[in-house]
Each structure stands twice: as C-alpha cells, then as structure tokens.
C-alpha cells in the first residue's frame, strides 16, 4: 500500500513557475514509477510527465516538454514536477500516481493516486 499526497499548487500568473511535490509513505517507493496527471472538470485524466523507478527515463507529453521537469529523489520518497513559463492552458487539478509495470502515459496503468492540487494559471 502506497499513500501519496501532492502539495505546492496556487495561484500564479501566466510565466511564472511553480514546484509540486508528491511526498510517498512506504518503504517501495523506489520500486514504482510515478507520474504526474491533471484534469480539468468534463475531461478525462490527463497524463503530463513520468519518471522510471531508477529515474533513468523520463516522458513527457508535448504539451510540456522544455517548460516542466520531473525528478524524483527516492531517500525521500518525494517525486516533484517544476513547471515553468506556465500557460493559462495548464490550469488543471494535478495528479501523482504510482505504478508497478503498467501503461506509463494511461491513468489506468497507475495502482495509486494522491488526492490533487490544484494549478490556476491567470493570464
């Protein structure tokens, strides 16, 4: 069993920067993937980054790629998502997830999810 909680969502302006965070308990942590979701109300689960369990691969979807960064430091059990020259567009409630072997840019291939934060990019 893997709890995660997402925190550092707010209000910013359009090019600003934010930093989440996604703090894990359990001592598997390394042992998963986790990505980085969001949803918009009347949309389904969007996916926006992942990071292997041994950090070595990265994925993004091009929607964010050269402008949001996701690392993960497992000591931890933290995984994080910087973004940056935030957009209006990217105004969503962001998601972690946790996944064992299962499709990395579909919501269904992740066995956990945190509760959300919300990301509201004025422009």
Do not use: H
Not at 54 to 74: E, M, P
Not at 88 to 100: F, H, R, V
């Amino acid at each position: 069993q893997v709890q995660l909680v997402e925190s550092g969502g707010g209000l910013v302006q359009a090019g600003g920067s934010l930093r989440l965070s996604c703090a894990a308990s359990g001592r598997t942590f390394s042992s998963y993937t986790m990505g980085w979701f969001r949803q918009v109300p009347g949309k389904e689960r969007e996916f926006v980054a992942a990071i292997s369990r041994n950090g070595g691969v990265l994925n993004y979807a091009d929607s964010v790629k050269g402008r949001f960064t996701i690392f993960r430091d497992d000591a931890n059990n933290t995984v994080y998502l910087q973004m940056n020259s935030l957009k209006p567009e990217d105004t969503a409630i962001y998601y972690c997830g946790a996944g064992l072997g299962g499709s990395t840019f579909r919501s269904y291939g992740y066995n956990y999810w945190g509760q959300g934060t919300q990301v509201t990019v004025s422009s």
